[in-house]
């Protein structure tokens, strides 16, 4: 098994900066990939950014990749979502998924989910 659990999120003004952490527990040597999704009130939830846990690859959507981040600290077994320059538009619960095998990292099927940390971006 394999448990995420978020933090880092916050009520910040539009152009703020937050930064986003997901502790991963369990069987981690076991997880191929981590995502990072957001589900906006009343929106369909949006992949946000995806990292291999093996090979480092990293790739952020390509519509927030101007201003996300995604980072992985393989020593704490966490991944962070750096968000620069916030817009109204970002306010979302932002959410960590975990995959364990490469099939599923491919389809961007995860089988694991934290809670969520909840931002919420004011003008």
């Known amino acids: 098994q394999v448990q995420l659990v978020e933090s880092g999120g916050g009520s910040v003004q539009t152009g703020g900066s937050l930064r986003l952490s997901c502790v991963v527990s369990g069987d981690t040597n076991s997880v191929d990939c981590l995502a990072w999704?957001?589900?906006?009130?009343?929106?369909?939830r949006q992949w946000v950014a995806q990292t291999w846990t093996r090979s480092g690859t990293t790739i952020v959507a390509?519509?927030?990749?101007?201003r996300f981040t995604a980072s992985r600290d393989n020593d704490k077994n966490a991944l962070s979502l750096q968000i620069n320059n916030l817009k109204t538009e970002d306010t979302a619960d932002y959410y960590c998924?975990?995959?364990?095998?490469?099939?599923?990292?491919?389809?961007?099927?995860?089988?694991?989910w934290g809670q969520g940390t909840q931002v919420t971006v004011s003008s």
């Open positions: 390509d519509s927030v990749r101007a």
């Open positions: 999704f957001r589900a906006a009130p009343g929106k369909e």
């Open positions: 998924a975990a995959a364990r095998n490469p099939a599923d990292c491919h389809r961007r099927a995860f089988n694991y």
